[in-house]
Every structure is written in C-alpha cells, then in structure tokens.
C-alpha cells in the first residue's frame, strides 16, 4: 500500500536545473520525516535533503544552496528543485521516509560538462 514512484531526471548541462517529482502514498508526506537520497554505482547511497511533516529542512552541505526540497500535501507529492547542477551531482535519485532501508527504481540525473 506504501508506494513512493520518483520522476523528472534526465540529462542536464553544468549549470543547469531540474526539478525531481515524488508521488506518495495519500498521508504519507504529512505523518513522516521524508529524504531525497541519490546514489553512485559503486558509492554508498547518500541523503540529499530531508523534511518533516511541519515543514522543517536540512540539506547536505554539498548541495545546499542549490538544492530546495518541498512539498505538497494536497497533491501528495514531494519535489526536489536543484539548481546550478554539477557534474557531481550525477546520480540515480531516490525518494524515501527518512531511515527506510525499501527502495524503488529512482530517476537518473545526468549532468554533463
């Protein structure tokens, strides 16, 4: 019933934004701390932002600044803005509750040099 479905990668230049969709389960987004997470192959999978059901954020210092993590709870769904993107930033993106260890498939980002 729990269902998380990432969207809205893609290649982009240095420089460039996109904006990541996740689609929630009805409640979930407002009753749990949720995270982005990205990951590398052969990398560790790492959070990128977190929010809690009042709103409060974090960010990795890697991307803060640049990244804005945000939610609607009427459309249940989460995004993650990411502006100035690096080469860096290239990972597959992943939503998820915050210390959940199921995931699904993610969306790629690529950025190019």
């Known amino acids: 019933q729990e269902q998380l479905v990432e969207s809205g990668g893609g290649l982009v230049q240095a420089g460039g934004s996109l904006r990541l969709s996740c689609v929630a389960s009805?409640?979930?987004?407002?009753?749990?701390?949720m995270g982005w997470y990205r990951q590398v192959p052969g990398k560790q999978r790492e959070l990128v932002a977190t929010?809690?059901?009042?709103?409060?954020?974090n960010y990795d210092d890697s991307v803060k600044g640049r990244f804005s993590i945000t939610r609607d709870d009427a459309k249940n769904t989460m995004y993650l803005q990411m502006n100035d993107l690096k080469t860096e930033d290239t990972a597959v993106y992943y939503c998820?509750?915050?210390?959940?260890?199921?995931w699904g498939q993610g969306t790629r980002v690529t950025v190019s040099s």
């Open positions: 998820n509750r915050w210390r959940d260890d199921s």
């Open positions: 009805s409640g979930l987004l407002k009753t749990n701390v």
């Open positions: 929010i809690t059901p009042v709103g409060s954020t």
